[in-house]
């Protein structure tokens, strides 16, 4: 099937779970549209995206099984794929794809009404300049598996970052992976503390200034992804207020 190029059927079936359309609602925005392929199922309420922007390309789901599985049939060729799924549509993909590093993830949302900001006067805005110190920051987490995936140069150029300097260096950050005020979506991440600092609650922190800003710019939908296993993390957002709205799956599907 061709690119489908009527973002305006796209739009309309995203904005039927704003929630978990999130990071494909951005994908729409001007500066992302030209990575996202569009697979949409012709009279049912379901598609697929497949974004380019990285080495593997992302596969997002959005409908019932049914729906879904004659799409999936549409990208085929596809030899490998970054999954971000829901937990029903995970078989589909197995029946002709193998799945490794396979990771129950929680959809967090935050109701603006719910805020419980943690007061962080030591939380300040980075800019694009901050690009070298970022980099630096998540290095720390590379041999550990820990360092933020799909982090980009333009998340910080397009996006909102706030980060806690002590003794001249950058030891905790949160940020975004995407931000559309025309699109009223904001998905929060790239969110790392040095690991010789942890234990003090600056990720709660930093995290805390960076919804605050969103909620600011007036979004109607802020969210983020969490590994289910990460109960202290899981633990930090909800005392800011943020809910479990969906489980999924992230994971890297191949033939």
């Not at 996202?36 to 080495?55: D, K």
């Not at 605050?212 to 007036?218: F, H, K, Q, S, V």
């Amino acid at each position: 099937m061709p690119r489908l190029t009527d973002l305006t059927t796209v739009r309309a079936l995203l904005e039927t779970d704003h929630p978990w359309s999130v990071y494909a609602l951005g994908d729409l925005a001007p500066s992302f549209r030209e990575r996202a392929e569009w697979h949409v199922a012709e009279g049912r309420p379901a598609l697929l995206l497949v974004y380019r922007a990285f080495e593997t390309p992302v596969l997002f789901a959005l409908g019932a099984p049914e729906d879904i599985r004659p799409l999936l049939a549409e990208i085929s060729d596809e030899r490998e794929l970054y999954l971000s799924i829901r937990p029903e549509i995970l078989p589909l993909v197995k029946e002709t794809y193998t799945v490794r590093r396979e990771t129950a993830m929680w959809r967090m949302t935050l109701d603006p009404a719910h805020f419980r900001p943690t007061i962080a006067p030591e939380a300040v805005r980075l800019s694009p300049s901050a690009l070298p110190a970022l980099q630096q920051l998540y290095a720390d987490g590379a041999s550990t598996g820990e360092a933020p995936d799909f982090f980009s140069a333009e998340m910080v150029e397009q996006g909102v970052f706030y980060g806690i300097h002590e003794n001249g260096g950058l030891i905790a950050v949160a940020g975004t992976h995407l931000v559309s005020t025309e699109l009223s979506v904001g998905a929060v991440g790239n969110v790392y503390t040095r690991r010789d600092q942890r234990g003090r609650g600056l990720a709660a922190r930093v995290t805390s200034a960076v919804t605050a800003e969103l909620i600011r710019m007036g979004l109607r939908t802020i969210a983020l992804n969490v590994n289910q296993k990460n109960a202290v993390a899981v633990r930090v957002y909800e005392r800011l207020g943020y809910t479990r709205y969906c489980a999924f799956y992230e994971g890297v599907a191949h033939k």
